[in-house]
Every structure is written in structure tokens, then in C-alpha cells.
């Protein structure tokens, strides 16, 4: 630029910034002045960017991971170089990692700036590692079916490198924990839907699988037929087994199969005097008269009691009154002959009522006259 470069007295220069360049030269001998050449060097100086930083995201497997540069001001490309990432250049700040599948990816970028034919560039940065996290593998799900009164347990299968599960379903509370079990919202027969789906923290991102399909477990209900037999539950809310033993003594005994009754409408003896409820006619029989004397036709499958039935069903009868703390003192008439069937069949009339016997109570310290089995709690039997 017309300035003399103090220094510069060699047969080359190599300049160190931008500006127009001439040389001067003179003969050493005989000619003393200088000559300045008729040519000149226009040099031009291209600045290097500087040096970004980068950043990379931590994904769920299936998801790349983004690696991003910073802006650099004069920069007019970025490079990128690393295991992880296709080697590229361009104005893109962003690159992925070269998969989605689980592992460490590893790139680095540069910047550059390209001007007068010249491109110059920056510093790569240090390598930068972005992580995709494995997902867990869908598990199983089994559940069970129990009786009515009992949660379903539902239960998923053990997940490697899971550390959680996570449970839905319209027949489950939703939450997540490392519990592997679950039980239903409720223990009413029906059936209860739940699905569940693992899942793993870590690298500060939580990744899941999909969840399983739906799974169904079914509360059993006991049976609900009233006078049907128990099934594998027993008998439905509001109903009781009742019968399916061996009742009476010696060669008085009977075998009665188990049914499910409403114990609480379908009658009972009442132990007058202190008002003991005694479910004796319950446990061996189905009325088959009403209060008023009334017959009803026994159901499919029963009977009306032979002799040998009536036997067995008074001597459990004053079992159960001994069981109460009653004592059995005397009777009118023998158990042995009362009589085969009581009233409301049509055929067989007897001529007393089935037993008249007395108790002590111990309630009033007194001997209480109690008479049962008449016509409106005579039953059916099986």
C-alpha cells in the first residue's frame, strides 16, 4: 500500500495481511537507486471462524440422536466427523447419529469459511457423546380367576434391563413401581381387564415398550340358583350352603347333598321362651308348607321325609338345642314314633303333632314347653 515493510529485504516475502504489494530492487554495484517493479500482488485475507460447541440428545432406542452445533458468526459451513455420525459438510448445524439402536454415538464438527477461492477452517470441537437408551422388551401377562370375595392377581412376566412396569386398564388402579403383580380394583364377581408395559430409566430419559393386549381375568361367582348345588365357590352373596353331611345316630342316619339357601327369607324353627333363632329346618329340609298350612309342591330332585328322615332331623334337633346350652329334660311321645310324614301331602295325617318335649332354660333357670315341627315348618328333603 506504498509502505516500506521494514525487514523485508529477501528475494521472497510471504505477507501476513490483506493489501497491494510491490518490489523494489537496485543494482548493488553501480546503480545506487531503487527500481520499483512495474507489476504489483493484490493478498487477501480470509479469517477463520471460530471454534462451535456442540451438543448431542439422549433418545429412546428407535430415535437417532441429534447432534447440534452452535451458530458461529462469519462461518459459512460446519463439518462433521465422528464414529457416530456419515462424515459431511454444509450449512446444516444438525446432524443424527448413523442408527437407532441402543449404544454410544461419538461425532465432532468444525466450522469453515470459504472467500477469494480460499476456504479456511476452524478447530474440530472435542468429541461429543450422545446415547440411545435401550427399550424393554413387551412382556407377558397372565391373571387369575378366583372365587368371588378375592382380588385377580395379575402378573407380568420378569423383563431384562427393565426397571419398571406400568399398569392400565379399566379392571386395574393405573400406577407404575417395580412391581411385577397387580390385583383388580375389586372383588365382585365379574370379569377385570389390565395391560402392562415395562419400562427403563436412564441417562435422565425414560424409555417404554408397548404395552401388552388386553387381559382378562374373571371373578367366579358361587352359584346363584337358590336350591341349586354350591358350584367350585360355593354359593352366591345371599345365599348359604347348607346340608351335605351325615346327620343322626346308629342306623338313624341320612346323607344330605349340600344346596344353597336365603337364609334370611326362607324361614327357620324359633325356639320359643328365649328366642333362640335355630336354623335346624335350614340345614335339613325345604318348606314345602306355608304359615298358614298351605302345601307346596316339593321341587325336582326332593321328597317328602320318610319315618327314617323325621327321626334324624328331631335327634339333630335337640343336638342343636344342647349345643345352645339347653337341656333336653322329657317329651311326650318317643322320637321313635313320631310320625313318617306331616301334613300337606294329602295321603298321611297324624294324629298329634310331630313331638312335644321339654327344655331347661338356662336363661330364666326354668323347664320351657317347646313344640315343633308342626304343619307350617314341615320340609322337604333329599
Do not use: M
Not at 509502505?3 to 528475494?11: D, E, K
Not at 504489483?40 to 429412546?60: E, G, M
Not at 444438525?94 to 461425532?107: F, L
Request: glycine share 10%; with cysteine.
Amino acid at each position: 500500500n506504498g509502505s516500506v515493510i521494514s525487514g523485508a529485504t529477501a528475494t521472497t516475502y510471504v505477507p501476513t495481511q490483506a493489501g497491494t504489494y510491490t518490489r523494489q530492487a537496485k543494482d548493488g554495484t553501480c546503480n545506487t537507486a531503487w527500481v520499483t517493479s512495474t507489476g504489483s500482488w493484490v493478498v487477501t485475507v480470509v479469517s477463520i471462524p471460530a471454534v462451535p460447541t456442540l451438543s448431542a440428545t439422549t433418545t429412546c432406542e428407535g430415535t437417532a440422536v441429534t447432534f447440534t452445533s452452535s451458530a458461529v458468526t462469519g462461518a459459512t459451513g460446519y463439518q462433521w466427523n465422528g464414529t457416530g455420525v456419515t462424515a459431511s459438510s454444509g450449512t446444516a448445524r444438525t446432524t443424527s447419529s448413523k442408527a437407532t439402536t441402543a449404544g454410544n454415538y461419538i461425532a465432532q464438527v468444525r466450522t469453515y469459511t470459504t472467500a477469494s477461492g480460499i476456504t479456511c477452517y476452524s478447530a474440530y470441537t472435542s468429541n461429543v457423546t450422545g446415547v440411545i437408551v435401550a427399550t424393554p422388551a413387551v412382556p407377558t401377562l397372565t391373571a387369575t380367576n378366583p372365587c368371588y370375595g378375592t382380588a385377580i392377581t395379575f402378573t407380568s412376566s420378569s423383563v431384562s434391563g427393565a426397571t419398571g412396569y406400568q399398569w392400565n386398564g379399566t379392571g386395574v388402579t393405573a400406577s407404575s413401581g417395580t412391581a411385577r403383580t397387580k390385583a383388580s380394583k375389586a372383588t365382585t364377581a365379574g370379569s377385570y381387564i389390565a395391560q402392562v408395559r415395562t419400562y427403563k430409566t436412564a441417562s435422565g430419559i425414560t424409555c417404554y415398550s408397548a404395552y401388552t393386549s388386553n387381559v382378562t381375568g374373571v371373578i367366579k361367582n358361587g352359584t346363584t340358583t337358590r336350591d341349586a348345588a354350591p358350584n367350585s365357590c360355593g354359593c352366591a352373596t345371599g345365599l348359604t350352603a347348607v346340608g351335605g353331611g351325615t346327620y343322626g345316630t346308629g342306623s338313624n342316619t341320612y346323607t344330605t347333598t349340600a344346596y344353597c339357601r336365603n337364609l334370611s327369607t326362607d324361614g327357620a324353627s324359633t325356639w320359643t321362651g328365649a328366642g333362640i333363632e335355630i336354623k335346624i329346618a335350614e340345614l335339613y329340609g325345604y318348606r314345602y308348607c306355608d304359615s298358614g298350612g298351605t302345601p307346596i309342591t316339593c321341587p325336582s330332585g326332593w321328597n317328602f321325609p320318610t319315618r327314617k328322615q323325621w327321626r334324624i332331623i328331631a335327634q339333630e334337633y335337640i343336638s342343636l338345642a344342647l349345643k345352645n346350652s339347653w337341656y333336653h329334660t322329657s317329651e311326650s311321645g318317643s322320637i321313635e314314633n313320631w310320625d313318617a310324614i306331616y301334613c300337606c301331602d294329602g295321603s298321611y295325617r297324624p294324629t298329634r303333632a310331630i313331638g312335644t318335649f321339654y327344655l331347661w332354660n338356662p336363661y330364666n333357670q326354668s323347664e320351657t314347653r317347646v313344640q315343633d315341627f308342626s304343619c307350617a315348618y314341615a320340609r322337604c328333603v333329599r
